[in-house]
């Protein structure tokens, strides 16, 4: 239920205990004054939760700014008839089947019982659990923060967004109802325009929030949803992604880094799930090991798959889409899920190294390339022994850019990166960008020779050649993270001292 903005005087019968050890005084009927212990253990830890989840995702608040006052009732009737008092409204006002809301500082909630009828005659489809009637309360008070959050950003709780946002937040806060899976734009689109017409659907309410925050970060989705552009911006940039953020075991984050694969449909380990596949990068996990190596040196690592690269499989068709537009707006929204407050790197390799440019280029505080291309692609490919830029794109002609090239690549993308400006364009004039070049003098995927443009145009960068490395600054035909994890560990320190 929105919040409401009247205070009118609310009689409850029974008592009321002040608890300070709670944060909250909680009033309870007589009938209910043997539950008080289980009534303050379920609303304060619905309290730790909501406030532990807000700030998980930068938007911290103080316990003592969500509720002061919760108040439970024993019958429906007198929850209709207390809230229809508070808010200055007839009793047949409130729906029947009321069971909570927040106004101002205070919660008002019905006993468990009489919400676990009215969840099972709302909710068949969703067994009840033994922890709903918290995720009740805690659906409750993520109103309540996300009220304040809106009414900071925008001035007025309407800024809380639409009506299948707010509540989708909230379901997802609270953990109601089971994960369903994740929606395509249109059928988000189409569920948006169904809300604006139709009666309440909460399950679909959360689903629809939590395909959303595979794209974009919470915090994000909650500064932006009270502006009337809100759904243009999600239709423009919303691409789910299977990614994990993860932090240092045992110490706080001294940042974090993004790592950005290279041409291959890679998966969330760093790992073509093509079986049978003989080749080393199906048969390795680079970016795990390589992330698990910088957490253990202190840093916060983001990892993730390609559009349509699950773990045991690829999907042609979504995989084919793979274009530089699309790879771009992936990498724009993973971005948005680092942490703005402490440094933030981004580790490109390969043809990765090219989609750098990509992301808001000035907020970057370094970037690390292995086995990077300093020039075109063009120019990596006829160093392979490929045909002439010329020759490509008279091979390209008439081809669908959803074609494939291998396992690699769409012709899409190709297409793309045969347009794009020397790749050392994209880092030059960024005075405040630390910039580390790696390059095994092995490797046989881009030629040693990209080192000397970076070398010519960009000289302010570190750039260090591994002598006997391969492309993934590896001995040959030796699979081992340790001397890239510690080059760049030992680059990272010292330009990011642990304090």
């Keep these: 239920m929105r919040h409401g903005v009247f205070w ?53 608040s103080p316990k003592s700014d969500v ?41 008002f909630v019905v006993r468990r019982e009489l919400y676990a009828r009215t969840y099972a005659r709302l909710y068949p489809e969703h067994p009840w659990r033994a922890d709903d009637y918290r995720a009740l309360i805690a659906h409750e008070l993520a109103h309540r923060l996300h009220a304040s959050k809106a009414t900071t950003i925008f001035g007025s709780e309407d800024g809380m967004g639409p009506r299948w946002f707010f509540e989708g937040l909230a379901i997802t806060c609270a953990s109601q109802f089971e994960p369903s899976s994740t929606l395509s734009w249109p059928q988000i689109q189409e569920l948006i325009v169904r809300d604006a017409k139709g009666p309440l659907n909460y399950p679909l309410y959360g689903q629809m929030v939590r395909s959303l925050a595979a794209s974009f970060p919470i915090r994000w989705l909650v500064e932006y949803a009270g502006r009337p552009d809100f759904v243009d911006l ?24 993004l790592l950005v694969h290279g041409s291959a449909p890679f998966d969330l380990d760093g790992r073509i799930p093509i079986p049978g596949l003989d080749s080393p990068y199906a048969r390795t996990r680079f970016t795990r090991d390589l992330g698990q190596a910088l ?4 840093w916060s690592v983001l990892r993730y798959s390609k559009p349509g690269v699950q773990a045991d499989r690829i999907d042609a068709e979504a995989y084919a889409t793979t274009d530089l537009e699309l790879l771009g707006r992936q990498l724009r929204n993973l971005w948005r899920f ?7 790197v981004v580790f490109a390799w390969s043809e990765g190294t090219l989609h750098v440019r ?28 490929g045909p002439s830029p010329e020759a ?11 074609d ?96």
Aim: hydrophobic residues 45%; negative net charge.
């Design 8 to 60: 009118v005087a609310l009689q409850v019968a029974g008592c009321a205990v002040s608890a300070p050890e709670t944060g909250f005084e909680l009033m309870l009927p007589d009938a209910l004054s043997g539950e008080r212990a289980a009534y303050e253990s379920e609303i304060r830890a619905a309290l730790d939760h909501v406030t532990a989840w807000y700030a998980r995702h930068g938007l911290a």
């Design 67 to 107: 509720i002061d006052t919760a108040i439970v009732f024993a019958e429906e009737s007198e929850a209709r008839r207390a809230i229809a008092g508070r808010f200055g409204v007839k009793d047949d006002a409130i729906p029947v089947g009321f069971s909570g809301t927040v106004d101002g500082k205070t919660l």
């Design 234 to 257: 999600l239709q423009r940039e919303y691409l789910p992604s299977e990614f994990v953020l993860e932090h240092p075991a045992d110490r706080p984050s001294r940042g974090s880094i």
């Design 295 to 298: 957490r253990a040196a202190g």
């Design 338 to 344: 680092l942490p703005a407050d402490r440094p933030r």
């Design 358 to 385: 990509a992301l808001p280029m000035d907020e970057i505080d370094a970037v690390i390339l292995l086995g990077g291309i300093s020039s075109t692609i063009a120019d990596v490919i006829q160093a392979q022994g």
């Design 392 to 402: 490509l794109r008279k091979e390209l002609v008439g081809k669908s850019r959803r």
């Design 404 to 499: 494939m090239l291998g396992v690699d690549r769409p012709v899409g993308r190709l297409l793309d990166e045969l347009d794009l400006e020397e790749n050392w364009t994209s880092f030059q004039g960024l005075e405040r960008l630390r910039m580390l070049v790696l390059h095994g003098t092995e490797d046989r995927e881009v030629p040693l020779a990209q080192v000397a443009l970076w070398k010519k145009r960009l000289p302010p960068a570190d750039i260090v050649e591994g002598p006997g490395l391969d492309h993934r600054f590896m001995p040959r035909d030796v699979y081992d993270i340790a001397p890239l994890a510690r080059e760049v560990a030992a680059w990272l320190d010292r330009h990011y001292p642990a304090c």
